[in-house]
């Protein structure tokens, strides 16, 4: 069975200021304080002799290699994305960076907020622009009703509240 998968679709590089703020932040941690913490692990597990069976040298290496790969994302990533920190003219209307309040076909109430690919927090509702879910509310004011094809199925929901302030409790 062949391992090939056709390639993902670009992500949209648009990311809150506060997103923005927090991979800046990431990107100093792991420069400033895990990697030098791990090559000096490094060293010293290499000071010990032999290294074809030195467990923690080979696993300093992956964690080394695995925090460069991360550098080198987060690098490149930020120079692509474009902060969006203003509200947009018309906050009647959803669009990126909205609060929404939805309401299914049950009467449940969902709130969501929609980021860029870089933030999304299921936890927090949180969900990426690129989402079915986004895509279908973009567009969308307080009262239209809309369909969208969720990967567990058709579902139905009616946008109740936009805002483009965090709600409280959020």
Same mark, same amino acid.
Request: aromatic share 8%; glycine share 8%.
């Given at each position: ?12 590089? $648009?990311?809150?200021?506060? /997103?923005?703020?927090?991979l800046?932040?990431?990107? &100093?941690?792991?420069?400033? $304080?895990?990697?030098?913490e791990v ?13 074809? %069976?030195?467990?923690e @040298?080979t !696993?300093?290496?992956?964690?080394l /290699?695995? #925090? &460069?790969?991360?550098?080198? !994302?987060?690098?490149?990533?930020l =120079?692509?994305l474009? *902060? *969006?920190? +203003?509200?947009?003219a018309?906050? /009647? *209307?959803? @669009? ?12 449940? +109430?969902?709130? @969501?907020? #929609? $980021?860029?690919?870089? =933030? ?22 307080? /009262? &239209?009703?809309f %369909? $969208?094809q969720l990967?567990?199925?058709?579902a139905?929901y009616? #946008? *109740?509240?936009?805002?483009y ?6």
């Amino acid at each position: 069975m062949s391992r090939w998968r056709p390639a993902a679709a670009p992500s949209t590089a $648009v990311i809150t200021a506060d /997103g923005h703020r927090r991979l800046r932040d990431e990107l &100093d941690t792991l420069w400033r $304080v895990r990697r030098p913490e791990v090559v000096t692990a490094l060293a010293a597990a290499a000071a010990e002799g032999d290294r074809s %069976e030195n467990a923690e @040298y080979t !696993y300093r290496k992956k964690q080394l /290699g695995e #925090i &460069d790969r991360r550098l080198r !994302y987060l690098t490149k990533r930020l =120079e692509s994305l474009k *902060v *969006v920190d +203003s509200v947009p003219a018309d906050t /009647g *209307v959803v @669009y990126f960076g909205a609060w929404i309040e939805l309401e299914d076909e049950a009467g449940q +109430s969902h709130r @969501y907020r #929609i $980021v860029g690919p870089d =933030e999304t927090d299921p936890q927090r509702g949180w969900i990426s622009l690129d989402s079915p879910l986004a895509r279908a509310a973009l567009g969308k004011r307080e /009262g &239209d009703p809309f %369909e $969208v094809q969720l990967p567990s199925g058709p579902a139905s929901y009616e #946008i *109740v509240r936009i805002a483009y302030q965090a709600p409280a409790g959020a």
